[in-house]
């Protein structure tokens, strides 16, 4: 009973009879070209002639179903009132002629079924409540209709059995045209496998941009708080001893949070859809022009760095590719943090360009003024802290160093992290690409 009169029941009811509605102005219109065909004749006043108009707008409406939004409004329809798994059907309008010939044979079924649906909806339950209530009402009695059954001669108590089943059988046309156009949506509304394709690119699409975004914040807002609850704990234990100190640190911290700010800013403006770039928002960091600050901070927090920088062919930092400094200042930030929060004494860091290993991806993207493939090498190590320090414990396979590895992967090189000898080592490799400086 309740397939046949419970709420999705009901509601796939609704949708048929919005069906019939959305049929009626190309019936109306059939039906006045019928009547002048038949010689100026009322249509309506006729059965056969109003079977013929609705025969003949059912390819009218296929016929502008190829065209319009019809697809995206029937889906809508389809999930909100047929219970259809909405990943079975299709987002969108459709694209390709065999997707919209799909549309317009589920358009004609739609409206074509939700016609015959609604047509019995508004004439049988008037006509079955009379039956019913003929061995109740006299003067229904007395009302000849013409056939046999139906008449005075006829036993009054056959009328509402007669009525009942109407009812009845309304309600099973209804549920099983309901039944139909639920089983039939996905196979007419459901995605091609173009639709497949375009929604598999557009999920990793928005992955990507997900991942990058998350790199961003963790490497921007991350290494900043590590940085500055050094920096801060540093000043409260040289409160006393060393004024001096504790400034640089104050000044450090809010160099810092500063920075941070600024950062964090440009990467959530990228959140916002169809958000312009700020004409002051801050520039992404680079090596040339913030490894030096980078280093100034986290030594006012007390860590000891030791940096060895050999540009070698290129000049200065500024010679580097502009994604390829990029990166490779968010790897050092990265590898700052990790030592900060995970490790103990100094850190020794070394940056160079050297020529590079000959690999295809080296190869391809060397610049123009290489003579031979170069990359881009960072290392860092310090010591581990002991296991009775407070800090957090260290692996090689947090979600830092899995954002730094992603940016090396982006750019065809590679990062490496864990323990060699007694210190932690983190190596990167960035073959040193052509493009925007």
Do not use: K
Request: with cysteine; hydrophobic share 50%; net charge positive.
């Amino acid at each position: 009973m309740n397939r046949l009169l419970g709420a999705r029941a009901r509601w796939r009811w609704v949708h048929q009879i919005l069906g019939g509605a959305l049929l009626m102005p190309y019936f109306l219109l059939m039906q006045v070209v019928v009547g002048v065909v038949a010689g100026g004749v009322n249509a309506l006043d006729s059965a056969p002639l109003s079977l013929l108009a609705y025969a003949l707008c059912l390819p009218l409406v296929a016929a502008t179903a190829l065209f319009g939004p019809v697809r995206p409004m029937s889906v809508a329809a389809v999930r909100a009132m047929c219970g259809v798994p909405g990943e079975a059907l299709a987002d969108g309008p459709a694209t390709s002629w065999a997707a919209r010939g799909r549309a317009s044979a589920w358009w004609t079924l739609h409206l074509g079924t939700g016609a015959l649906i609604s047509g019995m909806t508004l004439a049988v339950p008037p006509m079955a409540v009379a039956l019913i209530a003929v061995p109740f009402v006299g003067r229904l009695r007395d009302v000849r209709l013409g056939y046999g059954w139906f008449t005075t001669d006829a036993t009054p108590y056959a009328a509402p059995l007669a009525g009942i089943g109407l009812l009845a059988g309304l309600v099973l046309c209804a549920a099983g045209a309901g039944w139909l156009l639920a089983r039939t949506a996905p196979v007419l509304l459901g995605p091609t496998p173009a639709d497949r394709l375009a929604a598999a690119e557009e999920r990793a699409s928005d992955l990507a941009v997900r991942n990058r975004l998350a790199r961003e914040l963790h490497d921007a807002v991350g290494h900043a708080l590590s940085a500055v609850t050094l920096q801060a704990a540093a000043a409260r234990r040289m409160l006393e001893r060393d004024p001096e100190f504790v400034r640089e640190a104050l000044a450090a911290i809010e160099d810092t949070t500063r920075r941070t700010v600024g950062e964090l800013d440009a990467v959530l403006g990228l959140l916002r859809d169809g958000d312009p770039a700020r004409p002051d928002a801050a520039p992404a960091p680079t090596l040339a022009t913030d490894l030096d600050g980078l280093l100034a901070r986290t030594r006012a927090g007390g860590t000891t760095v030791t940096a060895h920088q050999d540009p070698g062919p290129v000049g200065d930092w500024a010679g580097l590719p502009a994604i390829a400094s990029r990166e490779a200042y968010r790897i050092v930030q990265e590898g700052l943090s990790n030592a900060l929060r995970h490790g103990a004494g100094p850190v020794d860091l070394r940056i160079r360009v050297r020529a590079g290993t000959g690999t295809a991806a080296a190869t391809a993207t060397a610049t123009a003024h290489d003579t031979g493939p170069r990359e881009l090498e960072i290392t860092m190590t310090n010591p581990p802290a002991a296991p009775d320090a407070d800090r957090e414990p260290r692996s090689s396979g947090g979600r830092g160093l899995r954002g730094a590895a992603e940016r090396a992967a982006l750019l065809g090189g590679s990062v490496e992290a864990g323990p060699r000898g007694d210190r932690w080592r983190l190596r990167a490799v960035l073959p040193l690409a052509g493009g925007d400086r």
